[in-house]
């Protein structure tokens, strides 16, 4: 992958577009931290096809099921509906 500064990018950016129409794929840093990545059009909303490739790749597995479902319930399940506090200055004050 190219990278271009800032400076670079500006001063010379026909020539990354030609690049990137190419098929390259140009990082853009600012003081060389990474600020921007130039990637032909076509390519830069296929999330899909990333998943997609992923997925074939066996590094991800995707969910099934509603999320909603998994994100509405509560984080904590509690014993005879006392919060989590109270359990936990129950177990402090019996010597646990």
């Not at 990082?27 to 390519?43: K, M, N, Q, S, Y």
């Amino acid at each position: 992958m190219k990278r271009a500064t800032v400076t670079e990018a500006k001063n010379g950016l026909s020539a990354l577009l030609d690049r990137v129409k190419a098929g390259e794929t140009i990082l853009i840093t600012d003081r060389g931290r990474p600020v921007a990545r130039l990637v032909r059009a076509d390519t830069a909303d296929d999330t899909e096809g990333r998943l997609a490739r992923l997925e074939r790749a066996g590094i991800l597995r995707r969910g099934k099921g509603d999320i909603r479902r998994i994100l509405d319930r509560p984080l904590v399940q509690t014993i005879g509906g006392a919060s989590v506090v109270e359990l936990v200055l129950d177990e402090r004050e019996s010597g646990w």
